[in-house]
Structure formats: C-alpha cells, structure tokens
C-alpha cells in the first residue's frame, strides 16, 4: 500500500488495489512521503476516496488532534450503543467538534435551546455526549458547557440510524419542546424535569411524532377514548389544542386515538 499524498501526520491517500483511499492511524504521515509504503497493521481506519472527498477537504482544513477527538467519540459511542454508527456523518460530527472547540477557546459559549429535551429523549447520548467533553477536556484542556454534550447527542442519534438526518431530528425535538411549553402555558403549570410524568410525556410526545409521520397510530378502544375524554376533559382540550397547532404549523396530523394517550399524560403531570 503506497501513500499517493499526505494530509497530516496521521491522514494520508494511499493506493490500495488499484483504488484511491484515505488512511488512518496514529503517525501515518509522521516523516513519510509520495511512494513510500505504510504497514497495513498501522492503519485505524480506511475511506474510499471517490465517497469521502469531503473527509479529504476537512482533514486540510482542522486540526488533526480534532479528527481524532471526534473518532475518540464514535468509536465509544459505537461500544455504548453496541452498533455500527453510519459512515455519512462522520464528516460533519468532526467539522462540528472542530467548530465548537475553536468558539469556545475564543470565549463564544452556545446555548442549546433543546437541552432538557434531548437529556430526556436521547439519555445514552447525552452520557456520550458527557464522555466526550470530558474527552475533550482531559486531551486537549478545553472545557466545554453541558450544551455541547447535548449537541453532541443529536449528531450521535442521527448517526444510529442509516441516512438519518439532523435537521429532522432538530425538527423533532423543536415541535416537542414548543408542544411542552403549550401544555406548561394551558394549564399554568410548572414543570419537575426530574418527575417520571414529565419524561414519560416528553418520550410519548417525540413517539407520537414518529408515529404520525409513517402513518402508524396507538390504537385505542373507542369506547375507552369517549371515556377519557369526557372524564378529562381539561386535559383533552389541551391535547385537541396541540393536535391543532401541530397540523397547522407542522402539517402533523396526530389522529384522535392519539390524542387519548396524550390526554392521560397531560391528566397526570395535572393532578400530581
């Protein structure tokens, strides 16, 4: 396997098979050059070239200690998760690490606007995410805020799933924040984020979600749905008010049988 350029002193191109592809491993490019041949036992990981040419760019572009954070963080995550992460985003987790590192050595911290939200919905990612700032933190000495954990999260549930996308994800988590806080203001309420009703309802929320986008509902009795409704019927109307809301800013479609499993969850974090 020869080296056909050198990207940094742990990324080159090499020839394998007639085929281009980038080559991982500590000290790959450490006093190499064009033509020299590396040990394949070297090698941590291997990209084809021609569906990689954005990994080549990125890897110009950051620092190398960054790229390798970031494979630091999949790969734990891949032995938390027990499965293989999707090789799409990859590029975009590390161009974010990168992004996230640099602000926050030049003092600029972000907010995530979805943080209880995703400690909720995405709980094995956030402690991923938790790792890695700590990871962060102990090979480089940059401390990163909590938020950073969460982001992390997102591009690590998008990872689980082949060709996800963390726009649709962001959606998501976005509608079940704006639906919580529509519940908070209909019943001048407070919420206990550490209250099993307040997760439960979160989780149900993003489920419903996914649910109404494949067109696959809970079904429930009709008799039972008449009872609840009527015998909750403040909770209900909540719920009505959020199965509205969500079809006219969202084209979401929750169908009525939906609604009586939200209306107990509304029910519960009411009474209690």
């Known amino acids: ?9 742990n990324a080159v191109i090499v020839t394998d098979n007639n085929e281009e592809k980038i080559a991982i491993g500590s000290g790959l490019g450490f006093n190499k050059q064009k033509n020299d041949v590396i040990n394949a036992q070297k090698i941590e990981k291997l990209f084809v070239l021609r569906e990689n040419e954005k990994l080549q760019q990125l890897l110009l572009r950051i620092p190398e200690e960054h790229f390798i954070l970031s494979e630091d963080i999949i790969m734990h ?14 590029v975009q987790l590390a161009d974010h690490i990168s992004f996230a590192i640099e602000r926050e050595q030049n003092g ?4 995530n606007a979805l943080l209880r939200e995703i400690k909720v919905l ?7 995410g938790l790792w890695a700032i700590e990871r962060i933190k102990n090979v480089i000495g940059v401390e990163m805020p909590v938020d950073e954990a969460a982001f992390i999260a997102l591009y690590v549930h998008t990872m689980k799933v082949q060709g996800g996308d963390i726009h649709e994800t962001v959606r998501q988590t976005t509608i079940v924040q704006t639906m919580v806080k529509r519940i908070k203001e209909y ?15 979160v989780t149900h929320l993003q489920f419903a979600l996914t649910r109404a986008k494949h067109q696959n509902s809970h079904v429930m009795d009709r008799d039972m749905f008449e009872m609840i409704k009527h015998k909750y019927g403040v909770s209900y109307q909540c719920a009505r008010q959020l199965a509205e809301e969500a079809s006219r800013s969202y084209n979401i479609h929750l169908p009525e049988e939906e609604l009586g499993y939200i209306t107990l969850h509304i029910e519960r974090l009411r009474t209690h």
């Open 122 to 128: 995405y709980r094995q990612e956030f402690d991923i």
């Open 108 to 111: 600029i911290q972000l907010k």
């Open 187 to 201: 019943l001048n309420i407070r919420m206990d984020e550490a209250d099993i009703s307040y997760e439960r309802l």
């Open 1 to 9: 396997m020869k080296i056909r350029k050198i990207l940094n002193n």
């Open 77 to 90: 995550a891949e032995e938390q998760l027990g499965t293989e992460l999707s090789e799409h985003i990859r």
